[in-house]
């Protein structure tokens, strides 16, 4: 049995404008007993998955944020020797991380390749100077450029990029140029984001005040349509509704929550699936290390999604991947026929143009991709 | 017990003064049910009757009351709805009585409402007790309550009983004033059989309840009966009282309030306010009063899911053993296929009947626009009733259109007297009357079109006034309006649900208020889809809803996949009330749309 790791490191040098993300800032007293927390919860879950009767091998590592690059070398250390300590790591396991562009140096780069990582995330949402600063970002685009190339001489040839595009004051001029600076910079895997304002952000607020003012839907679609055609034509195929990549770049943990496959979260806020059950741990900080401490368990919920609700989740996920629903698959997971279980909604879906299928798979068509919400929706089971 | 120990009385008052409360209390202060029985509203049983506070259907409950001098009477409390909408079912409620307690409360003072059910008592020739409620209120003034009785209903209201049906103040005195004030019902057990019947229930098992006076004569288990207006004859099984619950007793003599099982296996042979009698001496006339109850206001009911229409053919009929006044009729629309033309009382009437079938049976409606019965005078001299819309015949063919008056009395203070008479004009009314109840209260009075009461007069009412004021109206009947059909249009095509009966003076602004409101209520879809009104095939209004451009979750962060279906979870949500209409999808609130404007 295979699964996929995910650590969450929740803190950040400062808040963007737009994120609704389990993240604090100004939180370094934290840091080292977050350190410790992390690490015991580590080697706990990884002692009682290593004792099962089933033997779990590790094939990704994911450590997210918030910005894992802000932990100390000493930190980040601890964490990656406890991980191998209590886990079987697969030899050619992806190991990823994220980082923001200002937080790491040549070294530290360097560092973080000796101790594993082979995986590297840039969130650089833009390089346009003008709208870095809209979105409340830290860094400048020169500084974005430098630490991309300094990451390609630290070793990692595995780089993505995070993009962002419908942003405020934004134009389709600003962002084809954000784009065509990307693929300059020659990294093999793109993540274009469309914003989107989330309750409780300052954005939020400001939207409401009728402070920003978000490009036109006809500017926003626009967008949209300029990076799925613009990408490809690089070499970069979309191989998700917001991700491209070149072949053999694909991010192999993200494709374990579409292809719906186990994966465990570690640290606040990390979520897990595993065996059909959907879990969170707390995303408190200080509530996190009180409870993995007091050997409680930081779990704070969890789920058995309903049969009905659990194939929504597989066909919603799938369906964001370019490879589609394997019919195939959905039998193996539930013992039901897709194509006769959902033959309306199948139909109906076609006949709006935001479907196709063949023998083996059904997937979303380019339009079925820029209305995704829309076909997943026709999925979801009604509620009494 | 003869007939001077018995006593029949109606509760008048308007909503949420207290009548209610007050029956309760009287339940309890005469130990007809122990205090573990006592729930509140007992009379109310329906469960929408308790969550809106209000009567629909009329009960009946006998009270056992020993009085201060020593004798014990039989006391027939007559409940009756206090909505206009059941203005029959009052007055036939009335006819069983000789007196009725006139609940008002002592900060509110009179409504419109009241007021025409104590007119409707007076023709009745009941003795009316004046009872002033809430005196225990901070804001009660029972003096200038008092005064109000006097000046506008010309009652003596000197011997007013003064009460707090909430605190239990006064509730002997009021026991003791019925006894005193209201006549023991004459009648006369020599006499053939003559019982009215007041109200009806559903028994599944006994077929109709039907809730009786009896005026003359006695009525037994085994005896054969005749009702006069529908001649239908039947073997009574059961006569008994309500205690409140139903109790079965020997026979029902004159003065008698009860109710008898007959194996009646419809409600339409039991109708409220026909005569009972014996089949085998048959009297020589009816009692006086009766009517058929004709609906005033018509609507399309349509069950969202097609296959439904069974279900909701079914629930209607169920209804209907219940209740006479519901008719309906199969009708299909182009845009909403199968579904039922019903009609009803009134606007409350229509609401209770919708939520029933929604919560009753679990049936998802969509309901049309309401709309009054108009009378079509065609060029070839023929005259259609046209209660929908969609079946208005083509505008060449029609000499003239008369729709529905009512005389409609409003109760104000004067600073909104400017505002309302705005208002009614506003809304085609006619002045008729202005009379000053009290130096602050004034009394209106206009005759509007039915048609406007139902589209939002009462609302509007309710706003300008600030709450104070209160509506009553009467069908006065039928005159000639200058009418024409609004169609609506949506994506070129007409949907013929959304199609309305307006004055042509104000079709373009209803149209361009009804276009804009579908644009807000309509969801966006792949496509964009135009909106017109239209008359004939003049286009009056005109608003778009754009087509969605891009509507997907970018981002699937860090496995947190439940908040992604639950959000997915809304959006399904929201469409389960659309019915597909070609290749649109129209929300349920759309067909209302027209009631629901500024």
Redesign the interface.
């Known amino acids: 049995m295979k699964i996929g790791l ?1 650590v ?1 490191i929740p803190f950040c040098r400062c808040k963007c404008l737009y994120c609704d ?1 389990p993240s604090y800032a100004g939180c370094e007293a934290v840091y080292e007993p977050y350190t410790a927390a992390l690490c015991r919860e580590i080697a706990g879950k990884g002692g009682l998955f290593s004792h099962g009767t089933d033997t779990v091998y590790v094939d990704t590592i994911y450590i ?1 944020g918030g910005t894992p690059t802000l932990l100390s070398g000493h930190c980040l250390e601890a964490i990656f020797e406890t991980l191998c300590a209590h886990w079987r790591i697969e030899r050619h396991a992806e190991i990823s991380i994220e980082a923001n562009p200002g937080t790491v140096d040549f070294n530290k780069l360097k560092m973080l390749r000796s101790l594993g990582v082979n995986r590297i995330s840039f969130g650089i949402q833009s390089f346009d100077d003008r709208l870095l600063r809209v979105l409340g970002r830290l860094h400048s685009a020169s500084e974005a450029l430098q630490a991309v190339k300094m990451a390609k001489d630290a070793g990692f040839d595995n780089l993505n990029i995070d993009l962002m595009y419908g942003l405020p004051e934004q134009t389709v001029g600003d962002w084809r140029q954000t784009l065509a600076i990307a693929i300059d910079l020659d990294v093999p895997h793109i993540s274009a ?2 914003l ?1 304002i989330e309750e409780g952000t300052p954005f939020f607020t400001r939207q409401k005040r009728g402070e920003i003012s978000l490009p036109p ?2 500017e ?2 626009a967008m ?1 349509d300029w990076v799925t055609e613009y990408l490809p034509a690089q070499g970069l195929v979309r191989y998700e ?2 991700n491209y990549a070149k072949p053999g770049f694909e991010c192999r943990h993200n494709l374990k ?2 292809r719906y496959r186990p ?1 465990l ?1 570690l640290g606040a ?5 595993w065996n059909g059950r ?1 879990a ?1 741990n707390i995303s408190s900080i200080r509530e996190y290390i009180g409870k993995v401490q007091s050997g409680e368990g930081p779990e704070a919920g969890w ?1 058995n ?1 309903e049969k009905d ?1 659990a194939m ?2 597989f066909i ?2 799938a369906l ?1 991947t370019a490879a589609g629903l394997k019919h195939e698959e959905f039998k193996r997971y539930f013992g039901v026929d897709f194509g006769q279980r959902f033959a309306a909604e199948i139909i109906q879906l076609e006949t ?1 143009g935001l479907l196709t299928k063949n023998g083996q798979s059904v997937k979303l068509t380019p ?1 079925g ?6 076909a ?3 999925f ?1 089971p ?2 009494p | 017990m003869s007939t001077n120990h018995i006593r029949n009385f109606s509760i008048i008052a308007h909503i949420d003064h207290g009548k209610s409360t007050l029956a309760d209390r009287l339940i309890e202060y005469t130990g007809t049910l122990s205090a573990r029985e006592m729930e509140e509203q007992v009379l109310d049983q329906m469960e929408l009757e308790r969550e809106r506070g209000i009567t629909i259907k009329a009960q009946a409950v006998r009270l056992e009351y020993t009085a201060k001098d020593g004798q014990t009477y039989m006391l027939n409390l007559i409940d009756t709805p206090g909505h206009v909408d059941f203005t029959y079912e009052v007055s036939r409620s009335l006819a069983a009585c000789e007196g009725a307690l006139l609940v008002v409360d002592a900060a509110q003072g009179i409504e419109a409402q009241t007021l025409a059910n104590v007119y409707l008592a007076l023709d009745h020739n009941l003795e009316i007790i004046p009872v002033i409620n809430k005196i225990d209120l901070p804001s009660a003034e029972p003096e200038r309550v008092r005064h109000e009785i006097e000046d506008i209903i010309g009652l003596d209201a000197s011997e007013a009983v003064l009460v707090s049906a909430k605190s239990g103040i006064g509730i002997d005195e009021v026991l003791e004033a019925i006894v005193k004030r209201i006549p023991p019902p004459r009648g006369s057990d020599s006499e053939t059989l003559q019982a009215l019947i007041f109200d009806s229930h559903f028994d599944p098992y006994k077929g109709v309840i039907a809730y009786v006076r009896v005026m003359n004569g006695r009525i037994t288990p085994g005896m054969k009966i005749r009702m006069m207006a529908t001649e239908r004859t039947f073997e009574v099984t059961e006569v008994g009282i309500f205690r409140p619950r139903l109790t079965n007793i020997a026979e029902l003599g004159p003065g008698q309030v009860g109710f008898i099982a007959a194996s009646i296996k419809n409600v339409k042979d039991c109708r409220v306010g026909d005569t009972i009698t014996d089949a085998e001496k048959p009297a020589a006339k009816p009692l006086p009063g009766y009517r058929k109850v004709t609906p005033m206001v018509y609507c399309g009911l349509y069950p969202v899911e097609s296959s439904e229409y069974e279900s909701l053919r079914d629930a209607l009929e169920k209804l209907k053993l219940n209740d006479a006044s519901l008719v309906f009729e199969p009708e299909t629309s182009v845009a909403l296929g199968f579904g039922f033309r019903c009609g009803f009382l009134g606007l409350l009437h229509m609401d209770v009947i919708q939520e029933r079938l929604e919560r009753e049976y679990g049936i998802t409606l969509i309901t049309t626009a309401p709309s009054v019965i108009y009378r079509v005078y065609k060029t070839d001299g023929e005259m259609l009733e046209i209660d929908n819309p969609a079946k208005m015949p083509p505008p060449q063919e029609i000499d003239h259109i008369e729709e529905p008056f009512v005389k409609a009395t409003v109760i104000v203070p004067n600073e909104f007297v400017g505002a309302v008479m705005e208002l009614s004009q506003e809304k085609r009314g006619e002045f008729k009357d202005m009379k000053y109840l009290e130096t602050t209260r004034v009394m209106l009075t206009y005759h509007l079109p039915l048609s406007e009461i139902i589209y939002d007069y009462f609302d509007r009412l309710k706003t300008v006034s600030r709450g104070y004021a209160s509506l009553d109206y009467e069908l006065v009947g039928y005159q000639e309006s200058r009418l024409v059909k609004m169609d609506i249009l949506l994506n070129g095509e007409p949907v013929d649900a959304l199609s309305v009966i307006v004055h042509r003076e104000r079709a373009e602004y209803r149209g361009r208020q009804l276009a804009s409101k579908l644009r807000e209520i309509i969801p966006r879809h ?1 496509f964009e889809i135009p909106i017109q009104a239209a008359i004939g095939n003049k286009i009056i209004a005109r608003e778009t809803v ?1 087509a ?15 908040r ?2 639950k959000l ?2 809304k ?3 929201g ?2 009330r659309m019915k597909q209409v070609g290749s649109v999808e129209i929300p349920q609130e759309a067909f209302m749309a027209i009631l629901k404007m500024d």
């Open positions: 995910y969450h993300f997210g984001y469309g989107k839907e006809e926003d679609e949209y509704i917001s929550y579409w994966y979260g806020a990390a979520h897990s699936f959907r969170a789920e999604p609700e929504a989740e919603f996920l964001r709006k339009l991709m820029k209305l995704g919400n829309m997943f929706a026709a979801i009604d509620k | 792949m754009r969605y451009r891009k509507d997907v979750l970018a981002k699937c962060y860090g496995g947190d996949i439940t992604k279906r997915l979870e959006q399904k949500e469409k389960k």
